[in-house]
């Protein structure tokens, strides 16, 4: 009897997950473990394993469906087995190979990475194990950025063809060599082939925007994250009524206190501090004074919660996450920096889970690291509130000597008017400053208490 493969829910808020690619085709023997497809939820990717040992028989979905999840997607058996009772009766596309290749050679599916043993799932679907979204690793992206090299073209030395480090390390050495105006504006453009019209065949800017001129436009598909993410801030701006209110304080303190932090945290046990964890701190501590912040806004009732589920917005190679600190108002400030930084790495390598992103009842979302001074962020509904942090920039403002300049920050907070009005938000963003003006005092209550 034929054995069908499930598309498993991925936590209980995935409706539907994308077929991003077969690693088998019919005809192909497969032992129970053996990864067979790759899919993508609006979170993170994951691989699907055999069910059963046998062949494959029949694959019922193209590459690129969204396919809802703990649908068939293809069946396992013995070779012209009838697996007419398997196939989705409703919202399946056309068979990825409606016909079996009775011809074809067993072979082994090709495995991306070693495969972690699988959790437990709610219901008996098919085990599947979490596989890095990014095609590079960490280390390969942050050489990638260095070198000014693209790494979306590179084929991989690393597991399963990921990019790696020394791959990008060869890559730039076969560019060739760049002019320092070049390598800056490789950055973010167009990659050159072969040598530039420099001395000794150096590239130059110039061969760079003749290489933008000759380069096609590139289309991609609206779709997975990308496709959550739009559809989630389109309904963000058309479903609240949005007011941001803007508010610097002096950052002298959380500098020092880092400072600090950085030179001797290591003698007393402590983790690494930074600034984005000191503002995360203040603002949980903060919140527990301001509980119509900390809110949820359900059209006829708000929600106003005493625990703190702090999102946290993450950039990632596949676009935007925001995982979230469950319970945050409980850790101290090492506490909450040693959960943030794993959730974060998570959403980065694609091992993130479901569940680790869901139930927030405030987010921060920071750009400073960018050079941005202030922004108007957008709600993560159905959150009241949400802050965007600046860039450091010099302040001036009055002293009694004088005036003297400071490091400044800006913090940025968009609240759901329907939630929470002008005056209690403004109230929050005065208490928040203060807190982070005096970073040291708060940390000291945050002990005591």
Not at 100 to 116: F, G, I, M, R
Not at 284 to 290: A, Q, S
Not at 393 to 422: E, Y
Request: hydrophobic letters at 40%.
């Amino acid at each position: 009897m034929a054995t069908p493969i499930l598309m498993p829910r991925q936590g209980q808020s995935v409706e539907s997950c994308i077929l991003v690619e077969w690693k088998v085709k019919p005809g192909d023997a497969v032992k129970t473990g053996d990864i067979v497809a790759q899919i993508e939820t609006d979170k993170a990717m994951f691989d699907i394993e055999a069910p059963a040992d046998g062949e494959i028989i029949e694959l019922f979905f193209e590459e690129g469906a969204d396919v809802p999840v703990l649908t068939h997607i293809g069946a396992i058996g013995s070779a012209g087995e009838d697996v007419t009772d398997l196939r989705p009766t409703e919202g399946a596309s056309e068979s990825a190979t409606a016909t079996p290749e009775p011809e074809s050679a067993p072979a082994t599916p090709e495995t991306t990475e070693p495969k972690p043993a699988a959790a437990a799932a709610p219901e008996p679907v098919p085990t599947s194990t979490p596989q890095a979204a990014g095609h590079a690793s960490p280390r390969a992206r942050q050489r990638a950025a260095t070198e000014a090299v693209d790494v979306t073209g590179l084929a991989g030395s690393g597991p399963g063809g990921r990019v790696i480090e020394r791959d990008v390390v060869q890559a730039a050495s076969e560019r060739g060599r760049l002019s320092p105006t070049a390598k800056a504006a490789l950055a973010g453009g167009v990659q050159p082939a072969g040598a530039g019209s420099g001395p000794g065949g150096m590239i130059l800017s110039s061969d760079l925007r003749a290489a933008a001129a000759q380069a096609q436009p590139q289309t991609i598909a609206v779709k997975g994250i990308r496709k959550v993410i739009a559809t989630r801030m389109r309904d963000s701006l058309q479903s609240t009524a949005q007011l941001t209110l803007h508010r610097s304080f002096d950052a002298t303190a959380i500098q020092q206190y880092r400072a600090k932090v950085k030179a001797h945290g290591e003698v007393f046990g402590l983790p690494s501090i930074t600034i984005n964890d000191l503002v995360a701190f203040a603002t949980v501590r903060t919140l527990l004074r301001h509980p119509g912040c900390n809110a949820n806004f359900l059209g006829d009732k708000i929600v106003q919660h005493a625990q703190v589920n702090l999102g946290i917005a993450v950039d990632t190679p596949r676009g935007l996450m925001v995982p979230v600190v469950h319970g945050a108002e409980q850790l101290n400030l090492p506490g909450l920096a040693q959960t943030i930084r794993p959730l974060a790495q998570a959403c980065i390598e694609g091992g993130v889970q479901p569940d680790q992103l869901k139930g927030g009842t405030f987010t921060i979302t920071n750009l400073g690291a960018m050079g941005i001074e202030q922004f108007t962020p957008v709600l993560n509904t159905p959150e009241v509130a949400i802050l965007g942090v600046g860039g450091l920039f010099l302040k001036p403002v009055r002293s009694p000597d004088g005036v003297r300049h400071v490091d400044a920050m800006t913090l940025s907070l968009t609240i759901d008017h329907q939630a929470v009005d002008g005056a209690p938000g403004a109230r929050f963003l005065q208490e928040l400053a203060l807190a982070l003006e005096n970073i040291e005092l708060l940390v000291s209550e945050g002990v005591h208490s």
